[in-house]
């Protein structure tokens, strides 16, 4: 299957070098949205936030979840990246680690999936609207956002390639930041306290 990316430039009039630079932001567009690329980023990803939130006590109990406790996923094709469990406490967890927004049509069905296990949603995504987060937390959820799309280690030239050009934030962190994680640890105990 052959993978298109479109990529539509404007410059200024007295831009007399526009098409050498076109051609060097294209070749570097292409290097990065690569689709092998940027599934090892979703890969990626679900790893280092897998042993990130195993350092705060939230242990990962399932992995590409369509069915959980015995109860089945079947309205559509989607499953859940993980499920983590603490303090008795399960969280469908999905992990997006791309330069866009998760759509909403997805965000709601896996909404709709933790809602049917019985269990809380939990995003971890790069960036998300407002209005998303809202409707997470009305599901009795919560959206962490870690802001840098998250390159695997020993791609440090690549994201700086991409920085410099396009001021995009993508870092090579050797692992998750520890505040980034207790920001949910924070949400979940204060969450505990007030069932208790």
Not at 71 to 82: A, F, K, T, V, Y
Not at 96 to 115: F, P, W
Not at 120 to 130: E, G, Q, S, T, W
Request: aromatic letters at 14%; charged letters at 30%; proline letters at 4%.
């Amino acid at each position: 299957m052959t993978h298109y990316t479109r990529v539509r430039f404007y410059w200024s009039t007295r831009n007399r070098y526009w098409k050498r630079r076109s051609q060097t932001a294209r070749k570097l567009i292409l290097e990065y949205s690569a689709p092998s690329f940027c599934r090892g980023l979703g890969h990626h990803a679900e790893t280092i936030f897998t042993a990130a939130f195993a350092t705060v006590g939230f242990l990962p109990t399932a992995e590409k979840v369509r069915s959980y406790s015995g109860i089945q996923w079947d309205e559509s094709g989607h499953d859940l990246d993980r499920v983590f469990e603490r303090d008795g406490i399960a969280y469908g967890t999905e992990i997006k680690n791309s330069l866009d927004y998760i759509s909403a049509d997805e965000l709601r069905t896996k909404v709709r999936m933790c809602r049917k296990f019985g269990i809380k949603p939990l995003f971890i995504v790069r960036m998300a609207p407002k209005s998303y987060i809202e409707e997470v937390r009305q599901a009795g959820g919560f959206t962490l956002i870690f802001k840098w799309q998250l390159y695997p280690y020993g791609h440090e030239d690549l994201a700086r390639r991409i920085r410099e050009r396009f001021r995009i934030p993508v870092d090579c962190p050797r692992a998750i930041e520890r505040g980034t994680v207790e920001r949910f640890l924070k949400w979940h105990l204060k969450a505990l306290g007030e069932q208790g």
